[in-house]
């Protein structure tokens, strides 16, 4: 079984940084690649950020966000600038069902617990 822990959320001010981190469980993190996604109170679950499995191509869909990973670590980061207010939201990683990464909840098998972030205007 895998198990995906989220980790670095927390309160900061707008304009601040965070730099959210994922350690999956299991010998098998660098067959797959990883996503990041978020959900605010009342929204739909949104697309953040993925990455392949060995790190050689990501897609962000926000350009204050970047995605990377640490396979010895079985790691992948989420490096968070410039945050608003509007980025208040439960932050969740997640394992793609294949060694590429996609925007599609749907073809993500497992996911976190979230990480709550907060960020104050």
């Known amino acids: 079984q895998v198990q995906l822990v989220e980790s670095g959320g927390g309160l900061v001010q707008a304009g601040g940084s965070l730099r959210l981190s994922c350690v999956a469980s299991?010998?098998?993190?660098?067959?797959?690649?990883m996503g990041w996604f978020r959900q605010a109170p009342g929204k739909e679950r949104e697309f953040l950020a993925a990455?392949?499995?060995?790190?050689s191509s990501a897609n962000s869909a926000e350009g204050r966000f970047t995605i990377s990973r640490d396979n010895a670590k079985n790691t992948v980061y989420l490096q968070m600038n410039s945050l608003k207010p509007e980025d208040t939201a439960v932050y969740y990683c997640?394992?793609?069902?294949?060694?590429?990464?996609?925007?599609?909840?749907?073809?993500?098998?497992?996911w976190g617990q979230g990480t709550q972030v907060t960020v104050s205007s």
């Open positions: 997640a394992r793609s069902g294949t060694a590429n990464w996609s925007t599609d909840a749907w073809r993500y098998d497992y």
């Open positions: 299991g010998p098998t993190f660098s067959r797959y690649g």
């Open positions: 990455i392949n499995w060995n790190g």
